[in-house]
């Protein structure tokens, strides 16, 4: 499960709320969740950002409150990922950093490697299970030797298991997929263009993309982690879910039967190593049946994923 900051007074990593929600996700089977500290890049072309560390984090992912959620977690046998992700402001996506000229790329790979570095070393130091290097960069992924370098230097910190997350498209092209221990996607595939199409359909639409899934799985000799998933419970949900409005109609089935396709069609497979649904908030509430957005909490879905961790031998 992606385990997502609630950034509101008692409400966010290690505090008692967390504690509560944590407990249900440990009722709901889930083993394992990412949690994420985030860093700021005032624009895709900038090549510096910024990150929080320490008490100057305000209500944000302080390493403090990583660690303490970590230990709230390792107490419920819950394992934990840390995954740190770069926002964009004003808000953009990820994939869309891409400095300007060579100096522009230098430093931001120069930045970029002391912001990973800081949290492989806080994930050695601190137990962390596993650690996502990266998530949807998808244009930087091309400079393979400086991916490299910072994966060397990440080894060399962090002795645990090692992935990067990249887009559903991008995931097909990352060059360096052998340095890691496995392939990471976030697994956002537009399966059909309907409102509600039904589970039968969504799973028909699973079966290509199971096909090239298995194809990179064997030829990188690496299983496949979902370091992202999910479903909007609204309108066409389980399509292109940039495309979806926020005022979208409210469609909880949707999202119900996305959720029950994946794990009849997808789980199953032997190159899937395991899923991160987004998202599950450390403060409850965020979910339930007039919510249209990725919650899976309060709704059909959450049932889903109880049944098919439970059911899983």
């Known amino acids: 499960m ?3 900051h ?3 007074p008692g409400g966010g990593y290690g505090s008692e709320a967390s504690a509560e929600s944590l407990h249900r996700l440990k009722d709901l089977g889930v083993t394992w969740v990412s949690i994420t500290p985030f860093a ?8 510096t950002f910024r990150w ?3 008490a100057t984090a305000g209500f944000g992912e302080s390493d403090e409150r990583l660690v303490a959620v970590l230990q709230q977690a390792h107490a419920l046998g819950i394992k934990v990922m840390l995954k740190p992700h770069l926002w964009l402001r004003p808000p953009d996506w990820p994939g869309s950093i891409e400095p300007r000229g060579e100096d522009g790329w230098r430093e931001w790979f120069r930045t970029y490697r002391e912001f990973i570095l800081h949290y492989a070393i806080l994930a050695r ?4 299970d596993a650690l996502c290097l990266g998530n949807e960069l ?3 992924t091309g400079r393979e030797r400086h991916w490299r370098a910072i994966i060397a230097a990440v080894r060399a910190a962090y002795p645990g298991p090692v992935t990067y997350g990249a887009t559903f498209d991008e995931v097909f092209r990352v060059p360096f997929w052998d340095a890691l221990d496995f392939i990471g996607v976030s697994a956002y595939f537009p399966l059909v263009p309907a409102r509600s199409p039904g589970r039968a359909a969504l799973a028909g639409a699973w079966r290509p993309i199971e096909d090239k ?4 799985s064997a030829a990188r000799a690496r299983k496949v982690v979902f370091t992202e998933l999910g479903y909007r419970s609204a309108d066409f949900g389980a399509w292109k879910h940039w495309e979806i409005p926020r005022s979208a109609p409210v469609n909880l089935a949707v999202q119900a039967d996305a959720y029950a396709a994946f794990f009849e069609e997808v789980w199953p497979r032997e190159w899937m ?3 991160y649904w987004w998202k599950w908030f450390s403060h409850a509430g965020h979910g339930g049946p007039e919510n249209n957005d990725y919650e899976l909490e309060n709704k059909p879905a959450e049932e889903i994923v109880m049944h098919y961790y439970h059911a899983d031998p």
């Open 273 to 275: 190593a395991g899923v």
């Open 213 to 216: 899934l298995a194809a990179l």
């Open 138 to 140: 998808e244009k930087t």
């Open 6 to 8: 609630a950034m509101r």
């Open 125 to 128: 130091m601190t137990g962390m």
């Open 40 to 47: 700021f890049q005032r624009g895709a072309q900038e090549s």
């Open 52 to 54: 929080f560390r320490g």
């Open 2 to 4: 992606s385990y997502a």
